[in-house]
């Protein structure tokens, strides 16, 4: 049943975040060829007060109410379910419409005082609009999660991201011209639509499906008791890493100065970092993230069913998926990353940062997974702890060493203190469960044959198909890599038979 669980649900939450990711991806791609790195470095000053709305608003109740609906659900309490539901909306719906009242209405001094360029204002009150629907929608699919129910989840994330881009197409022709501060509004014309109507489809959804259930048994008391426990903790760690992400794109611009950037350039490196990089690299955590979501309810059911066997199992299943996934994204941002960005966004000026984020794909997918298994034993408390030690020590970085070094002195701590939380997660859930992973097959082997597979692919790429058109040759090169890996996978034995049984 956990296999069948977890891998059913991750495959629906796989396509659906393909899918996205994709639409998503080439909407990158445009918005960077067509506003480039300064419209992009603005728009990342936007982001972040949007997922700081989201994280107190949303994030942790969308969770919580994943973990509890699975909890309850498992206990035979399904009158529970409602009231913890019915609670949490009303929860979550207030604070992101006191937000939303004070992003509209205050736009002007949060652009000017906080994010420290005016030209955000229009933006600022554009997106404010949308937050009680992300609040309210985001609860939702939290609830539907936690009924192992994947395909709410899936199609809303498919629709908000169709509905966003073909705003974003429709609009950029009229507001693009008129400049980046219209050209920002544009695209978050099209994050605000996107979320309205995903939320109008999770609620006619529920509102078609509901059905009747035994009265609850817990008090009024008793329930917040339980929401806020849960809650809390989750969204602490999710404020917290939005503002201290909030600080470090305020705060990168104006270091990189220091080092002697015009404020074009600063904003230019910022866009090509959060609005180019790190989309690129996080696109294959897709797969991931549907396999820590799909897995954070079975994990939450069997840890209060006390069935441990099936806990250590779907953990060992989605441990090796990481390791594989990482690996071969690791080992393509190191040995080609002028040739990706080339591909991708048609500039080589992205090949540093690549390389170096490169080294840190493995540990980043890996927090990605382990964060879904810690939340579904309940460590949210733990979590919050490390994401708060990183944060300060990159916030550190950026002040001190960025001035000095350039966008490499925040870089390099970056990876220095994503390695170690990795390690940490992983020796917590050593602790907690005793499992016995196996260092050398996920890790080792998988490392050895992306190496392989690289230098064979660069070997192609010199050898074989050096007269054809650049792009065309790229692209043969990755897919040869892509394929040697396989093959070397499965010949070193990196994943069984077993881990792809249902």
């Known amino acids: ?38 419209g992009m470095g603005l728009y990342q000053l936007i982001t972040p007060l949007y997922m ?15 973990k509890l609906t699975a909890q309850e659900k498992a206990r035979g309490a399904e009158g529970n379910v409602k009231r913890l539901l019915h609670m949490s909306l009303g929860l979550s719906t207030l604070i992101a419409v006191v937000s939303s009242f004070i992003t509209y209405f205050y736009a002007d001094e949060i652009s000017l005082y906080i994010v420290k360029d005016s030209r955000t204002a229009l933006s600022l009150r554009i997106i404010s609009l949308c937050f009680p629907c992300m609040a309210m929608g985001s609860v939702m699919r939290g609830y539907y999660l936690g009924l192992q129910n994947t ?16 705003v974003i197409f429709l ?8 400049g980046l501060e219209y050209a920002c509004a544009a695209a978050v014309w099209g994050m605000a639509a996107g979320e309205i109507i995903s939320f109008c489809y999770v609620f006619f959804y529920y509102a078609v499906k509901r059905k009747r259930t035994p009265p609850p048994i817990l008090e009024i008391k008793g329930s917040m008791a339980m929401i806020m426990a849960a809650a809390v903790p989750l969204t602490l760690n999710r404020v917290t890493g939005s503002l201290f992400s909030t600080a470090e794109n305020i705060l990168i611009p104006e ?35 549907a396999l820590a979501t799909a897995t954070m309810p079975v994990i939450s059911e069997s840890h209060a069913l006390r069935q441990y066997g099936r806990i250590k199992s779907a953990i060992h299943q989605s441990m090796v998926i990481t390791s594989i996934i990482g690996a071969f994204t690791s080992g393509i941002f190191i040995f080609f990353p002028e040739e990706v960005g080339i591909l991708i966004y048609s500039q080589k000026q992205i090949y540093e940062i690549l390389r170096l984020l490169g080294i840190i794909c493995p540990f980043l997918y890996i927090q ?45 701590p970056w990876i220095l203190t994503t390695g170690a939380i990795t390690s940490a ?23 050895l044959a992306v190496i392989f597979a690289c230098l064979g692919a660069r070997l192609c790429q010199d050898r074989l198909w050096y007269g054809i058109s ?33």
């Not at 975040?17 to 791609?29: A, D, H, K």
């Not at 700081?52 to 994943?66: D, E, H, I, K, Q």
């Not at 395909?151 to 073909?166: C, F, K, N, P, Y």
């Open 151 to 166: 395909i709410v989840s899936a199609v809303s994330q498919v629709l908000e991201q169709t509905v966003r881009m073909a």
């Open 368 to 412: 990605v997974t382990m964060s879904g298994i810690l939340n579904g034993l309940g460590q949210q408390l733990f979590i919050f702890e490390i994401n708060l030690f990183s944060s300060a020590v990159n916030l550190v970085a950026i002040y001190f060493i960025v001035p000095y070094y350039g966008i490499r002195g925040f870089l390099m």
């Open 470 to 502: 650049y792009k065309y040759g790229v692209m043969l090169t990755l897919l040869t890599a892509g394929v040697l890996y396989t093959y070397l996978v499965f010949k070193l034995k990196c994943i069984s038979k077993e881990d792809l049984r249902m």
């Open 1 to 38: 049943m956990s296999r069948r669980t977890i891998i059913k649900g991750a495959l629906i939450l796989t396509i659906a975040g393909i899918i996205t990711r994709v639409l998503g991806f080439f909407y990158r791609v445009y918005m960077a060829k067509t506003i480039g790195a300064e």
């Open 52 to 66: 700081l709305v989201w994280a107190l608003s949303s994030s942790g109740f969308s969770t919580a109410m994943s």
């Open 171 to 178: 609009l950029s022709a009229a507001l693009i011209p008129k």
């Open 255 to 289: 270091r990189l100065q220091l080092f002697g950037c015009t404020r074009a350039e600063a904003l230019s490196i910022l866009g090509r970092l959060s609005g180019m990089a790190m989309p690129l690299v996080m696109f294959p955590s897709s797969l991931l993230t």
């Open 425 to 447: 997660t992983i020796i917590r859930v050593n602790k907690l469960l005793n499992i016995d992973i196996p260092v050398f097959t996920q890790y080792i082997k998988p490392g």
